[in-house]
C-alpha cells in the first residue's frame, strides 16, 4: 500500500443527538434540562443583553455624537529630536525615522532641551516643547485652526402697538 492509494475521508461524521442514552448525547441531546434553551427555537435574539436596555438603543440618535475614544496622537518627545540628523522636520521625517505611523497625527512633547535649532512641523505640541525649542533658537509650526462660527439667533422685534387716537 502507498500513500495515493490510501481512501481517507476529511469529513467526519456529524455527531447524532438525541439518539437514545447509549448514543452519548441522548435524552437531553446535551441541553440540559429545561429553559429557555433547551427548547426548540429557544435562546435569545443577537443584541439581546437580559432585559438590559440593548446597546444599539443607549446610542444617541440623532445629530451626531463623540466617540467615547477620539483619535490620539502619535507621540513624538524632544529628547528624541537627537537621533535625527536633519534640522527642518515635518511628519514624512518622523514617519522615515519610526518614531510614528503614516496618516496619523503627531503631537511633540517635552523630555529634555534640545541641542540644535529645529524648526518642526506637527499637528499639536505641548506648552512646554515649543518654549524649549523656541529657547533653543528653532521654531515648531502648528496648523491653523479655524474658527467655529457660531449661529446668532434671530431677534423678534418686540414693538409696541401705537395707541394714538
Known amino acids: 500500500m502507498k500513500l495515493h492509494?490510501?481512501?481517507?475521508?476529511?469529513?467526519?461524521?456529524?455527531?447524532?443527538?438525541?439518539?437514545?442514552?447509549?448514543?452519548?448525547?441522548?435524552?437531553?441531546?446535551g441541553r440540559g434540562t429545561k429553559g429557555q434553551n433547551s427548547r426548540t427555537g429557544g435562546g435569545v435574539?443577537?443584541?439581546?443583553?437580559?432585559?438590559?436596555?440593548?446597546?444599539?438603543?443607549?446610542?444617541?440618535?440623532?445629530?451626531?455624537?463623540?466617540?467615547?475614544?477620539?483619535?490620539?496622537?502619535?507621540?513624538?518627545?524632544?529628547?528624541?529630536?537627537?537621533k535625527l540628523s536633519k534640522t527642518t522636520l515635518n511628519k514624512e521625517?518622523?514617519?522615515?525615522?519610526?518614531?510614528?505611523?503614516k496618516n496619523e497625527?503627531?503631537?511633540?512633547?517635552?523630555?529634555?532641551?534640545?541641542e540644535k535649532k529645529y524648526t518642526i512641523s506637527v499637528d499639536a505640541a505641548s506648552r512646554t516643547a515649543i518654549d524649549a525649542i523656541e529657547k533653543a533658537g528653532g521654531?515648531?509650526?502648528?496648523?491653523?485652526?479655524?474658527p467655529v462660527v457660531k449661529k446668532k439667533a434671530k431677534k423678534v422685534s418686540e414693538e409696541k402697538p401705537s395707541t394714538t387716537k
Do not use: C, H, W
Open 93 to 101: 521625517d518622523f514617519v522615515v525615522a519610526g518614531m510614528a505611523r
Open 45 to 82: 435574539k443577537i443584541g439581546f443583553e437580559g432585559g438590559q436596555t440593548k446597546f444599539s438603543m443607549r446610542l444617541p440618535k440623532k445629530r451626531g455624537f463623540t466617540a467615547k475614544n477620539p483619535t490620539l496622537y502619535q507621540v513624538v518627545s524632544t529628547a528624541q529630536l537627537a
Open 5 to 29: 492509494e490510501l481512501n481517507i475521508d476529511a469529513k467526519q461524521s456529524k455527531r447524532r443527538r438525541g439518539r437514545g442514552i447509549s448514543a452519548g448525547l441522548g435524552k437531553t441531546a
Open 139 to 146: 521654531k515648531v509650526i502648528l496648523p491653523e485652526k479655524k
Open 105 to 114: 497625527k503627531i503631537k511633540l512633547l517635552f523630555a529634555s532641551t534640545p
